[in-house]
């Protein structure tokens, strides 16, 4: 009987936490990491991106994504959409070939990959006969035509993959039908290049590594036309009114050719070495685009003076008078050019180019060729990310001001809306504002709009003004002198090169109901900010806390503090520093955080922490941590690890005793060189047959770093009897010790003059002295303790101040809960004892239920370092669910993990990409999108049917956006209630709609 | 070294006579004071305790008022002490069927050694004690039987394979570092399929003088198969480490030995262990065996039963300074009950007589500033008054500063 009740509300739980947590991935923000390849589809108006690790990745309209990845791991090479349709081909680097679909399904477009094929050449032939080098989706939609590094062209019907051996252009055809100087004498090398007559589609233009090109009938199956360039080919563009063919050479040279007419053989109307004169790199592409009057577009990528500029990349844009090259900070991956007109044939409107680190789209339709801003694929590492700090459900007001600010900052950009169009996003609109902020290794903090699918920039703060660095802002390598050639303009933003790493960026907090923000950074230097809407002259008071209060025996071996600048700074509207901390020794700040209430602020380092009231501008407290027997937190930051630092110094006196003996050999004999050498072989052998060793030590007082700080909470709650609450401070540290003080302040209108004091009232070892990494007091009803300010805004409840408080310490093995205000162990949660994985990553998060809308609970969510995610309840620390999501080796990964507020989370997947992930099941934000093929269709050959009915009903252009959403809504209840009616698979592979 | 012991105690147990049942109940007893021997019987049941004995002793020797220190020979030849009703009671029993009795004189300039092997243990007996002492390098010094920690012990044996080993090692109050390494390895599993090597954690080193090495326990090659009741299979080399200093104040691991030779065999009632016996090492005990050695019985009511229930018993030893003013130099004591005594020596030797082992801790040139206020603490005299105890909250109120374990 009891066992039964209680198997019933272990079911019943089961269920709840069904309501509450689910675990996705959801979407992909940033700069996908290490593109190889870029394909553009002017009738969807969607942009494809495929990287080397074989992701293929869509772009349209703001909000609408798309990706997939490829089973084999190997880099995609060539992206081509059939024309007109919604189906894309990729060329991957193990030369197979895979077609994908945009499938609607219940109203929302998915990626699937629907075929993939490898090329089979004749029984003993060599792999290069069948070696993919270049592919062109013919007009028709359902060819498609392969060139290969044999020189043979295959042409295979799609979608099916299935070849058209009969049709087939081999090597052999072409030398046969092209005079002898040109076929015979040597090899034509592979097919560089496959091109379509714009004006006849039964012309393809096949080009040759070794310069001929050859027009092709495919009726016929002969050569009509042989163009007989000499110099390596690179790329061929057929202009479009099909009479001219433009090929672009290795040696740096572009050549126009005449293949109107009936002459055979083309002549060679035009041959330009651009950057001439001396010798050049190679054009890798061409392309000419007309315009309604006047002179053409001419784009070309590379061509660069090989010894001047060659390490330059660049693409030229020739118009008229105009002659740009515009100068990217990575190397080029692809481009092209989105044409304006219903049929985009029209006017180039926009270059996109696609570089290693960023996606560039320049206008070329405003004075002066702006960059248009990109709404998603931003380069998040434009310097590398050095931190991130999320904050949930901003006012209003803040976002704005925000919003105003970064405004006045992206005047250069053009004002041209985002030229890709294609799809339609269907996701709800957020239900909150979030705020992401990136800090970088150059002292700036990057704020970012987290609410949906696009991760949006929104304001950058740079803190560096408030220092004296090495770099001028004011000398500007990058702008051109007047009549300089190559006529080189800087363009893109991607910029790892940081001036100064002191700089950079370690922990940042936002009070978003104030405005306050304070930031931190590698060389012990903390600012408070303001958010000030008009710009401001002024100088930032700067305070000093020695953090080693007379300690002795200790030498800094790390940086020197960051000068300050003397005289008043010209800060832009935006978040204005007022107060800057400068930790002595300058360490790099471990744990920050703001009291917008209180107006404190802690900070701490690896020596200690402090505490510094921002209002009176004078520092409260500051207490050492540091224990007398740990000389390395002293060293600096070069000796992070006892064991790196070991292992450094060996090799190091290993390298030197080499070179000693090197040096000896000159003066002595070779014999001496010999002995050294073997005695280093013999240590290198040693080294190798060591096997890796871990000692099983229990974790003594005197370890490395016990002194470092970990993190820092502010809590109004009973530390020192149960009858009165007062403000306190708690910080925790890497040795497992817990500080707490009791923080006394004066009444509001004494806040200016009276001191603020804080006296320790506590501390806490904790006996398996691990690193503490989160304290949080929960209260009467087992809730943490709101925000500061959160109440004030009637956006919280106020705590249950009746009941006793708790403190929960978390450390890296064990979540523990004690009594407050007498501190005694309650309850445990014991991680690393159980299962041998850590706390990485630890936050507060609000769960929601998806049944009812008044049920939630509050739980941890945690980050161990096997890369599982764990949600913990509180306040009975318990374990609720666990999702693998980070591969364990992925440590750059883990240690860049920030959760929200309400179960999700952002951790960076390379130095470019935030995935995006949900514990909620409530709370989900993923791309939802439609594309459907535009019924605008010029080419004479009709798509096929869509496969899938949800989309039989085309978007009429002309109904607006929202008439469409209802319907789809409409059909989409439809669907829905079909699948509950006759509960067929109807779900099979898809998505439903939640409700 | 420690397999060259293992070897001779081998040998010793093949040699071992098997105890005879005294049915009269009766002990024979000789005692030996100074160059003076002394035959008597004793009663088993029915004598008093150590005091009476210790009285009659004095009488049968005819040193009424002479301090002396008792000692005994047991099975193994060792010298341990008696000096009070459990070692005596455990003398008696291991009558064999003689119980030796060695007085001493208790004399401060000449400490009385205690140890292994300060007996010799071939027939000579009790002649072996002078040249014991005659050594200019005396063995180990033991101390007084409430002293005796276990610092190791083998358990489950009832339960687990015969071909595997849980050892249970205990870190508290020493000073001694557990002194192993750990390596990936991998280990060959006899499946239906036959053969198959999976990987492994392997023990790969014992650091000379840590308490892993002292028990003879643990040897280097032995395969790790759990780690406080908790399968390592499947786990990486770091995860286990984790686990391992995690549960590394009470760490139970269950290994298969290198050296299979020198397994625990059940036998009857009586447990005749093969190289295991407490000779070799301090307090190292086997609690499946029925009479254990003295040096156990201090912890004797350890049961063998769930070791990891054992294992989550005895963590809640965290130090906790509460204070108004300054958390260094706090005057006052008081111990809640808040984690189990027995496994914090520190809080049973609060208000007593600094012992030296539970309290003195060598290393204390580098000491951190907790371990520093603990051993302030232990000086009673700090503020002139006498350390006492006190689980109340209001005593924090008014003394301000309390340490609760």
Redesign the interface.
Known sequence: MKRFRRHGQESQRERIKQELYGFNKTVEHGFPHQPSALGFSPSLQLLAIGTRSGAIKLYGGPGVEFMGLHDENAAVTQVHFLPHQVELVTLLDDNSLHMWTLRAHHGVSELLEIGRFTLTGPPGAPPSVTRVTAVLAHSSGDLLLLGTEGGHVFIVKVPGFRELEERNISLEKVTNSVPEEYGGRRSLEHVESLQENPVNPRQVLIGYGRGLMVVWDLDSQSAVKHIPATQQLESVWWTEDGGHVLSSHSDGSYCRWKVAGDDPQSEQEKSEVPYGHFPCKAISKIIQLPTEQGPPFLFLSGGMPRASYGDRHCISVIHSKTHVALDFTSRIIDFFVIRDGPDHTGEPSALVVLVEEELVVIDLQTEGWPVIQTPYLVPLHCSAITCSHHVSAIPLKLWERVLSAGALQNTHYSKKPWPMTGGQNLAPDPPQRDLLLTGHEDGTVRFWDASGVCLYPMYKLSTAGVFLTDSDPNDNLNQGTEGEWPPFRKVGCFDPYSDDPRLGIQKIHLCKYSGYLTVAGTAGQILVLELNDEAAEQTVEATVADLLQGQEGFRWKGHTRLEVREEPVTFPPGFQPFALVQCQPPAVVTALTLHSEWKLVTFGTSHGFGLYDYQQKNNVLVRCTL???DQLAMEGPLSRVKSIKKSLRQSFRRIRRSRVSLRKHHVNNAAKLQQANARLEAELAEMELA?????????S??DSF?GLVRTLYFADTFL??SSHNTPSLWAGTN?G?VFAYQLRLPPVERRGEDPVTA??????????R?PVVGILVLDGHGSPLPEPLEVAHDLARSPDMQGSHSLLVISE?QF?VFTLP????KM?L?L???????VRRVGVAWFGSTRTDDYGESGLTVLT??GDLHVVSLPGVKLQVQYPCIR?EDVSGIASCVFTKHGQGFYLISPSEFERFSLSARCVVEPRSLVEVSSQTPSSTLPRAPPDGASVERRNSTRDGAAVLQEIQKSLEVDQTTFLENGTSALAGGKVLSS | MVQSTGVQRAKMSRHQRTPLKNTNNVVEVKSKFEAEYRRFALKKSGTGGFQEFYRLLQTVHRIPSVEVLLGYADIYGDLLPINNDDNFYKALSSANPLLRIIIQKRDVDEPVVFATNSLQRRKKGLAGLRPAQQKTKPGLMIGHPQDFRQISSIIDVDILPETHRRVRLHKHGTHKPLGFYIRDGVSVRVTPQGVEKVPGVFISRLVRGGLAESTGLLGVNDEILEVNGIDVDSKSLDQVTDMMVANSHNLIVTVKPANQRNNVVLRGSKVSVGGNSSSGSIGSTISHDLAPSPASQSVSHYSNSNSVAEGDSDEDGDIIIESDILPYLPDHCVSNGNGSHREFPLSSSLGQRPLPQSIFLPSSGSLSDSKASLNSLTTPTHNGSPTKTSSSQESMREDGNIITM
């Not at chain 1, 096997?691 to 974790?699: A, F, L, S, T």
């Open positions: 224990n007398p027997s096997p890796v060793q871990r000692k099983i030590e229990p974790r007082p005197d016990t020192s009897d040795g010790s006296h320790p009232a506590k501390e806490i070892q904790l006996m398996h691990a093995e523990k007498k501190v005694s162990a445990k014991k690393t004892a159980i299962d041998g994985s850590r370092n096997q364990r």
